[in-house]
């Protein structure tokens, strides 16, 4: 199927630096959605994104559309050990389908 | 509102053994998936269904089967547990208007030995 590949796999972060990570398609996505998944937990909802271009903030999240609607990024300032955890993104498909990457697993040296 | 609700959260299955994975949303959601999750993968979809009596494939859906005979429920039934079947198992729900956030349940961690 069509998949959204996500990199860096690992994300080793001191604390307070900023990190990106990045979710690319071979396709126009329609939307794009991120999930945040904290060790042993559950993947919990962040943002959806549909417009081309569109930038979304959450605090020191800051996510972003591109502008050919296939790729998307998570960008992370002044990271804290709170922001440990896998960052997933997804496609919804016109199947109703949620699509995953493999997720981005980002760990915090205090 | 409980949300998403999983049972069990552990389990151990001998080869060869059959079981039922249950899910069930309070939210009146219409779409309900089923997700396993392994290191490295992310999440790959089993099966889903977008409403009562409705259910289609995902990605890897062999040895697995799934009915959806209420709003509520969405149960994953495993017909002859194998040890590739060892895995974390997601049920998800979400509205409808094909836009809206899913919603996950806490996960069931399968051991097939």
């Known amino acids: 199927g069509q998949q959204v590949m996500q990199i860096p796999q690992y994300q080793h972060v001191q604390e307070g630096e900023d990190f990106t990570t990045y979710c690319n398609s071979s396709?126009?996505?329609?939307?794009i959605q991120w999930y945040k998944q904290r060790p042993g937990g559950h993947p919990v909802f962040l943002i959806q994104l549909v417009k081309s271009g569109e930038v979304k903030k959450q605090k020191r999240l800051t996510f972003q559309f591109g502008e050919a609607k296939k790729n998307s990024s998570l960008h992370i300032t002044a990271t804290q050990t709170t922001d440990v955890g896998t960052y997933f993104c997804?496609?919804?498909?016109?199947?109703?389908?949620?699509?995953f990457g493999a997720g981005t697993t980002v760990t915090v040296r205090a | 509102n409980a949300g998403v609700t999983q049972t069990p959260k552990f389990q151990v299955l001998k080869t060869g053994q059959s079981m039922t994975l249950q899910c069930a949303q309070d939210?009146?959601?219409?779409?309900m998936s089923w997700y396993r999750q392994d290191p490295g993968m992310g999440l790959r979809l089993i099966h889903y269904s977008v409403g009562a009596g409705i259910t289609d494939q995902g990605e890897v859906p062999n040895g697995y089967n799934v009915s959806r005979s209420t709003t509520e429920d969405f149960p994953l039934r495993l017909l002859s547990a194998a040890p590739s079947q060892t895995s974390v198992y997601f049920c998800?729900?979400?509205?409808?208007?094909?836009?809206?956030?899913?919603?996950f349940g806490q996960g069931t961690r399968l051991t097939v030995v």
């Open positions: 396709t126009t996505l329609s939307n």
């Open positions: 997804a496609r919804l498909g016109n199947d109703y389908k949620l699509s």
């Open positions: 939210m009146n959601h219409e779409y």
């Open positions: 998800a729900s979400s509205y409808g208007d094909g836009l809206a956030e899913a919603f």
